[in-house]
């Protein structure tokens, strides 16, 4: 079962998402946290959520980085560390089954086969449960291009 977590930028999706996780206690993933400045986005944190690790994900473009850059989208630099390291995570979350897994979030790079698109690709071929977060704007695109069999959106 795919349970999908939906709404409008800035609905508080990743915050369902993290309390979604911390109620139930089961499973793993990520969620994607947003860190501010004076009300403009600076930056994204990967949150790895059983181990409450942050990993580095996007740095918006005024930022150094010293680190390889695997995507752009205006003003934001996606880090090739941060799927680096979500791939590896979760192939060892499929290999011990574990479940549900929460990935948030698919949305325009998945979209162009970027982003969590290999990753997801495989989730779905593992046929584990799955949380997801998605744009309510992009959902029947999201719907469309990877054919959810079983899912559900949470309210």
């Given at each position: 079962m795919i349970k999908i977590i939906t709404g409008k930028i800035n609905s508080y999706k990743t915050t369902r998402l993290i309390?979604?996780?911390?109620?139930?206690?089961?499973?793993?993933?990520?969620?994607?946290?947003?860190?501010?400045?004076?009300d403009i986005v600076k930056e994204y944190n990967l949150l790895h959520l059983s181990k409450n690790k942050k990993i580095p994900y996007i740095k918006r473009n005024n930022q150094d980085i010293t680190e390889p850059v695997i995507y752009e989208i205006g003003p934001y630099r996606f880090l090739k560390s941060a799927f680096d390291y979500v791939e590896t995570e979760i192939e060892k979350m499929i290999e011990k089954r574990v479940e549900p897994i929460f990935l948030d979030e698919i949305s325009l790079l998945e979209l162009?086969?970027?982003?969590?698109?290999?990753?997801?690709?495989?989730?779905?071929?593992?046929?584990?449960?799955?949380?997801?977060?998605?744009?309510?704007?992009?959902?029947?695109?999201?719907?469309?291009?990877?054919?959810?069999?079983?899912?559900?959106?949470i309210k």
């Amino acid at each position: 079962m795919i349970k999908i977590i939906t709404g409008k930028i800035n609905s508080y999706k990743t915050t369902r998402l993290i309390d979604y996780y911390q109620n139930y206690k089961q499973g793993d993933g990520f969620a994607s946290l947003k860190v501010m400045h004076n009300d403009i986005v600076k930056e994204y944190n990967l949150l790895h959520l059983s181990k409450n690790k942050k990993i580095p994900y996007i740095k918006r473009n005024n930022q150094d980085i010293t680190e390889p850059v695997i995507y752009e989208i205006g003003p934001y630099r996606f880090l090739k560390s941060a799927f680096d390291y979500v791939e590896t995570e979760i192939e060892k979350m499929i290999e011990k089954r574990v479940e549900p897994i929460f990935l948030d979030e698919i949305s325009l790079l998945e979209l162009k086969n970027q982003g969590f698109h290999q990753i997801l690709i495989k989730l779905l071929a593992a046929d584990l449960d799955l949380i997801l977060v998605i744009r309510n704007d992009l959902l029947i695109d999201v719907l469309a291009k990877y054919q959810f069999k079983d899912y559900k959106i949470i309210k």
